[in-house]
C-alpha cells in the first residue's frame, strides 16, 4: 500500500516541554520506531508539525540585535523543514539500513487573497501564560488566543492548493524511496502578477496540506498521528466516547475546535470523500494497528476496515 503520514508537533515536543533540541531528537526517535514498520511493508510518505519551532525561531529573530528585522514566517519555516527533516532523515536512515530516504524542503502554493489572512487561527510557538501572551502580542505585533490553559501565538492559515514539488515526490516514492516532507504543511507560497512564486506570512495547515498530498500521490491510506488514542464525541461532557469506526458524514455531524482537532477532522473527511480510501486519527505508537483496523478512529465510506483487498 500507498501510505501518507500526518505525524504531529507532539512527536518533537510535547505541550509544556522545553525545545531543547536534544529532547526533540529523542522524542522523535520513539516515533521513528514505530513508523519503521510501515516503512518496512509499505509505500512511506512522511509529513511533520513544526509550530513550536517556527515559534522558538520567530523569537530568536525578533530578540536578535543584529538584525534590521526579522526573518518571514516563510524563511523560518523553510528553516525547521530542513532542521526536523534531517533529523528525521537521518533516524530513518538508522532504523532502515539499505533503505533510501529523502527529506524534501518543499513548496504549498496559496491563494494571496485567501480569507485566512483576515483571520488568523492557526497555533504556532510554544505555550505562555496569558500575561506574557498579551505582554509579546503588545511588543512584537503578534496575534494570541487561548489554547487550552495557555495562551499561544496565531498567524493566517490559508488553503493549500498544491504542493509545487509533487512529481518528484512521486518520482521517489515510485524508486521505493521513503519521503519525509511538507513539513509544517509546506513553505506558503504565490505565484505574483508574471506567474513568479514568492513567500508568504503563513502557516499553512500540516493536516490538509498531507491530505491534498495523499490524495495527489494516490495513496490508499492516509493516518493523522498525534497523541491522542481516538477522536471523541462529546469532548468534555458527561456523554463523551471514543469514535472507532466512521463515515465523513457522521464525523462532521458533530464541532470540532478550529485550532486543534477540527482541521484534522477536516483532512482526514475530505480526502475519504474525494478518493473513497481510509483515513484514520490515532496514537503514533499505534500506527500500524491502525492500518490494521484495531486501533485509532478509521473513517471510510461506508465505516467498515480493514477491507479484504487489503489483507
Known amino acids: 500500500m500507498r501510505v501518507v503520514v500526518a ?22 526517535q520513539t516515533a521513528v520506531r514505530s513508523l519503521t ?11 511533520h508539525g513544526n509550530g513550536p ?28 523543514q530542513g532542521m526536523i527533516g534531517y533529523w528525521m532523515l537521518q ?10 530516504v529523502l527529506a524534501l524542503v518543499t513548496q504549498t502554493l496559496v491563494s494571496a487573497v485567501d480569507p485566512a489572512f483576515d483571520d488568523p487561527t ?5 505555550v505562555y501564560s496569558r500575561e506574557d501572551a498579551e505582554k509579546y502580542a503588545k511588543e512584537y505585533g503578534w496575534t494570541v488566543k487561548q489554547d487550552g490553559d495557555y495562551w499561544r501565538r496565531v498567524v493566517p492559515s490559508p488553503q493549500p492548493q498544491r504542493v509545487i514539488e509533487t ?5 521517489a516514492v515510485r524508486s521505493g524511496t521513503v519521503v519525509v516532507c511538507a513539513g509544517g504543511g509546506g513553505i506558503p507560497v504565490y505565484r505574483n502578477d508574471v506567474g513568479q512564486l514568492e513567500g508568504l506570512e503563513a502557516v499553512v495547515d500540516k493536516d490538509l496540506t498531507a491530505a491534498l498530498l495523499a490524495e495527489t ?7 493523522i498521528l498525534t497523541d491522542v488514542p481516538n477522536v471523541v464525541r462529546g469532548f468534555g461532557t458527561p456523554k463523551a466516547e471514543p469514535i472507532t469506526h466512521t463515515t465523513p458524514f457522521e464525523l462532521r455531524s458533530d464541532d470540532y475546535p478550529a485550532g486543534s482537532m477540527g482541521p484534522k ?21 499505534q500506527c500500524v494497528q491502525i492500518l490494521e483496523g484495531t486501533a485509532g478512529t478509521i473513517v471510510t465510506p461506508n465505516a467498515t476496515w480493514p477491507l479484504a483487498s487489503t489483507l
Not at 519551532?53 to 526579522?70: A, F, K, M, T, Y
Not at 512529481?167 to 518520482?171: E, G, K, P, Y
Not at 477532522?265 to 490515532?282: H, K, L, Q, R, W
Request: charged content about 25%; glycine content about 10%; proline content about 6%.
Open 37 to 47: 514498520p510501515l516503512a518496512e511493508r509499505h509505500e512511506l510518505i512522511i509529513t
Open 7 to 28: 505525524l504531529g508537533g507532539n512527536a518533537l515536543i510535547r505541550r509544556g516541554d522545553r525545545p531543547d533540541a536534544e529532547l526533540q531528537r529523542s522524542n522523535l
Open 53 to 80: 519551532q517556527v515559534g522558538v525561531l520567530s523569537l530568536e529573530s525578533i530578540s536578535d540585535p543584529n538584525l534590521s528585522r526579522p526573518y518571514p514566517l516563510d524563511t523560518i519555516g523553510a528553516e525547521t
Open 265 to 285: 477532522i477536516e483532512a482526514v473527511c475530505g480526502f475519504v470523500e474525494t478518493t473513497g480510501d481510509m483515513a484514520a486519527i490515532g496514537r503514533v505508537d
Open 91 to 100: 533516524a530513518l536512515q538508522n532504523a532502515l539500513p539499505g533503505r533510501q
Open 167 to 171: 512529481r518528484l515526490i512521486r518520482q
Open 217 to 223: 500521490l494516490e495513496a490508499d491510506a492516509f493516518l
Open 122 to 126: 492557526k497555533f504556532v510557538g510554544q
